[in-house]
């Protein structure tokens, strides 16, 4: 039972009282960016079903600007259930949790009289001085500005080094044993990265960060600013299929689906030539190029670097010896000369025309 660790993620989170948090249910990081500088957690009650529970260390990562304090309750009791002025219990998670009793009210509870303790600006504690199989334990973040709370846990193991000396020197709170608590948060800390290291692998769970360097093992370079989160993720995701079907349409198509979250229209100039012999397409600047261009039609908006950007991260999927060439749609219509006024006719306004490197002054070219 001394090694037990309490883990406060998605499923304890859940139960907890949250005011001024907005939490991640995956991770389990609490953010807070509101302007009121008030935040708290009531974390669900932890029951370690061990009457006489001795409690070890409580610790938490937090990012907070400097304009903001920090701090922890905790307390811990014999039982779960209060009893009112008519005698009735009731519990005090739910007591907690409620909207109708104030925070003065609720703090009163992790009071010294109560046998409870606040830190302040701490964010690894020691919980030896606390005795009783349940604790509670708040968290309240005060002032405005931007930051995060995560990696919330308890353990009951307190030192972990105190047993491998003589009963003599296991007094526990002395000058020796809060002196080998550091090395033994520091132990415990690396223990913990080294269960987190599965995590690290897991596409769905691991840091922003290791994407890239993930994605650049299956051959993808995913350098820039201009993808979300999200479309990385897929990307790493799927880099194995999308190699296995480097070079055709339909990896073409599923990278762009990934960028923009649209489907595009592709048109290779192979394609459209066998149309115009036929008769079925009319003379169109979507031909310009070689018989191994691709043209691709989107019609959401980018900018000229998050357009170049994108150009280069389909160049790493195009078919060999083919260009690429990325067209813009609008969404306003334009009238042709087989169209007629009516109700449901719009006129474009002003548009101006990009020329590329291909592109030739010819007589049908006017310079505005």
């Known amino acids: 039972m001394a090694g037990i660790t309490y883990s406060i993620k998605k499923n304890r989170i859940e139960k907890s009282y949250l005011s001024g948090f907005d939490r991640d249910d995956e991770s389990g990081r609490l953010y807070f960016s509101n302007d009121t500088g008030i935040h708290r957690i009531y974390v669900q009650v932890i029951d370690s079903a061990t009457p006489g529970c001795e409690w070890g260390r409580f610790s938490f990562r937090a990012q907070l600007t400097e304009n903001m304090s920090l701090y922890a309750y905790a307390v811990a009791t014999e039982y779960d259930t209060w009893y009112d002025e008519k005698g009735e219990d009731f519990s005090i998670m739910d ?52 930051g995060y709370i995560d990696r919330l846990k308890v353990d009951r193991r307190g030192d972990n080094f105190m047993e491998a000396f003589p009963a003599v020197y296991r007094e526990k709170g002395s000058f020796f044993h809060r002196f080998l608590s550091v090395f033994s948060s520091i132990y415990n800390d690396v223990g913990y990265e080294i269960e987190r290291l599965p995590e690290l692998l897991d596409v769905e769970k691991c840091p922003r ?100 950007q994108m150009i280069y991260l389909l160049n790493q999927f195009k078919p060999l010896r083919s260009r690429l060439h990325l067209i813009q749609l609008r969404d306003t219509p334009t009238l042709d000369d087989e169209v007629y006024m009516d109700m449901n006719a719009v006129i474009a306004g002003d548009t101006y025309g990009v020329m590329d490197d291909d592109m030739e002054l010819t007589d049908d070219i006017i310079m505005d």
């Open 95 to 146: 007591a907690l949790r409620s909207d109708d009793i104030p925070d003065e009210v609720k703090k009163r509870f992790f009071s010294e009289d109560n046998d409870g303790a606040r830190f302040i600006g701490k964010k690894d504690i020691l919980l030896y001085d606390l005795t009783g199989r349940y604790l509670y334990l708040a968290i309240e973040v005060l002032g405005a500005g931007e």
């Open 209 to 308: 960060e290791c994407l890239r360097v993930y994605a650049g093992w299956l051959g993808i370079d995913l350098s820039g600013d201009f993808l979300t989160e999200e479309a990385e993720r897929l990307f790493v995701k799927e880099g194995y299929m999308l190699n296995r079907t480097k070079g055709t349409k339909a990896c073409l198509a599923r990278v762009i689906e990934i960028i923009t979250g649209e489907k595009p229209v592709i048109l290779e100039n192979n394609t459209i030539k066998e149309y115009l012999e036929k008769g079925e397409m009319s003379e169109s600047e979507l031909i310009a190029g070689g018989i191994y261009d691709v043209n691709i039609l989107i019609q959401k908006t980018l900018s000229d670097t998050d357009r170049q």
